[in-house]
């Protein structure tokens, strides 16, 4: 078949460069390629690639209306979280009990409520204490691990009855302070009737706890005082998972063989 009128000179241009430039095959045989015969087929490839990007623009933004929609509907401020059976021992999160105080598109604060470090003396945890004159001296706390972000900073999980210098209230009579003032109302007799010193938190990224739910690494749990509360750190793990009807022998600690 003749070519068409108007491209046999620049297909003979196009074909004399190929034959007398020192080209390796491949390269030349791509010049030759992208004749005037095929440019319709070029713009369509690049068409096809702009809505292949456009697409995944518009499917990103998408998931993220999804997962914003989806966080706000369902707000764990004052939830409880428990760590799947599945999460491996010796992982921070093991069997952990995990109070959430913030709960936002932009991320989520909690604070661990089973995992006791020791018994505290407070002129170690607050320098504020005078040394010489305080009768905070001989206080002594026990004191739980909130999580792994800024273990220096401290926090008082108690009940509801006190209400000085708050961070965080919520209705199920329970809330949290980071301020010096109630140490000093615990050590007069003024301060909460229960609670729990914590050092450290637990933080997650934007949509980062949405993501770890969606991947059941939590389970989520109306969170009980007397729970918080209770003595025995190490059995308050599977005590939560019975209130929810989960029996923790259920689940096998390796992977079985059938």
Wanted: charge should be positive.
């Amino acid at each position: 078949m003749a070519p068409r009128a108007g491209f046999e000179p620049a297909t003979k241009r196009l074909t004399a460069v190929c034959s007398t430039t020192e080209l390796p095959r491949n390269i030349r045989s791509l010049f030759v390629a992208f004749t005037p015969y095929n440019k319709s087929l070029l713009v369509g490839l690049v068409f096809f690639v702009i809505i292949i990007i456009y697409c995944s623009i518009i499917f990103r933004k998408a998931i993220c209306h999804y997962m914003e929609s989806k966080s706000s509907a369902n707000n764990l401020v004052g939830k409880m979280l428990i760590a799947s059976p599945f999460t491996l021992y010796g992982d921070v999160f093991y069997k952990s009990l995990i109070l959430v105080l913030s709960h936002t598109k932009h991320g989520s604060i909690g604070l661990i409520v089973n995992q006791r470090l020791n018994h505290v003396q407070l002129t170690r945890t607050f320098p504020a204490i005078d040394k010489n004159t305080d009768p905070l001296i001989d206080m002594v706390l026990p004191m739980y691990f909130g999580g792994p972000v800024e273990p220096e900073r401290g926090f008082f999980i108690h009940s509801g009855e006190y209400a000085k210098n708050l961070l965080f209230k919520f209705s199920n009579n329970l809330s949290v302070s980071s301020n010096f003032e109630i140490v000093k109302d615990m050590a007069t007799g003024n301060g909460p009737q229960k609670s729990l010193f914590i050092v450290g938190y637990t933080g997650w990224g934007a949509y980062q706890l949405e993501k770890e739910l969606m991947n059941n690494l939590w389970i989520v749990a109306e969170c009980d005082q007397q729970l918080v509360f209770a003595e025995g750190n190490e059995k308050k793990w599977a005590t939560a998972l019975k209130s929810i009807g989960i029996d923790k022998s259920h689940f096998l600690p390796k992977i079985a063989n059938c």
